[in-house]
């Protein structure tokens, strides 16, 4: 079975980057396009950024020009620069195939705190 591991959140201030990566043990990503999902308290898990195996990019409105997705095929790993930070980005961030019915278990997600 994989298992998703996130890391890379913290506390950062408004403005400052961050670089999430989440990397798959036990398997691979496979075929799947794989996404950037996050969960702030009070709101239901959207998904922020996600890329197709051919690598095209896909982004949520709300983070469009300023997150950028990037996979490493040979490491399983998929990762997400965060630039221009806000306070509203603050949420705990998970990735995990974009399909749902291929979806593996969520991993634990990494927390990443905006200050203003």
């Known amino acids: 079975q994989v298992q998703l591991v996130e890391s890379g959140g913290g506390l950062v201030e408004a403005g400052g980057s961050l670089r999430l990566s989440c990397a798959a043990s036990g398997g691979t990503f496979g075929i799947n396009a794989i996404g950037w999902f996050r969960h702030a308290p009070g709101k239901q898990r959207e998904l922020v950024a996600a890329?197709?195996?051919?690598?095209?990019?896909t982004y949520a409105d709300s983070v469009k020009g300023r997150f950028t997705i990037s996979r490493d095929n040979a490491k399983n790993t998929v990762y997400l620069q965060m630039d221009s930070l806000k306070p509203e980005d603050t949420a705990v961030y998970y990735c995990n195939i974009v399909v749902p019915r291929y979806r593996e278990v969520w991993g634990q997600g990494t927390l990443v705190t905006v200050s203003s």
């Open positions: 890329l197709s195996l051919g690598g095209t990019p």
